[in-house]
């Protein structure tokens, strides 16, 4: 069996005045990476997951932490690992898109 690789984005929003705590807290998911924050709460994750289930379980377990709002799944992309390691040429592109 092959083994996967699901890559993953969320918008997550909590209260500002909680916002070092949610960031402690998220921070601490395996696979997870924070990318940008700003003032109102609002967080950019990423996050690298073996399954769909566990996607939903890291979200699950973000909106249980205390003083989040919404989290969104914004993007999601899985792929066999292998191919992950593939590298991609210039002849991998379509033609005239860079």
């Given amino acids: 069996m092959k083994r996967e690789c699901h890559i993953s984005s969320l918008v997550v929003h909590g209260r500002p005045e909680r916002r070092e705590a949610i960031l402690t807290a998220v921070e601490r998911l395996e696979g997870v990476e ?7 709460g609002k967080v950019v994750v990423t996050m690298e997951t073996p399954d769909e289930s566990t996607i939903v379980s890291n979200i699950d377990h973000i909106n249980r932490i205390d003083g ?17 390691e593939e590298e991609i040429t210039d002849e ?7």
Avoid: K, Q, W
């Fill in 68 to 84: 989040i709002l919404s989290t969104v799944l914004v993007y999601h992309h899985s792929e066999d690992e292998d191919a992950l």
């Fill in 92 to 98: 991998d592109y379509a033609p005239g898109f860079r």
């Fill in 34 to 40: 924070i990318h940008a924050v700003d003032e109102h």
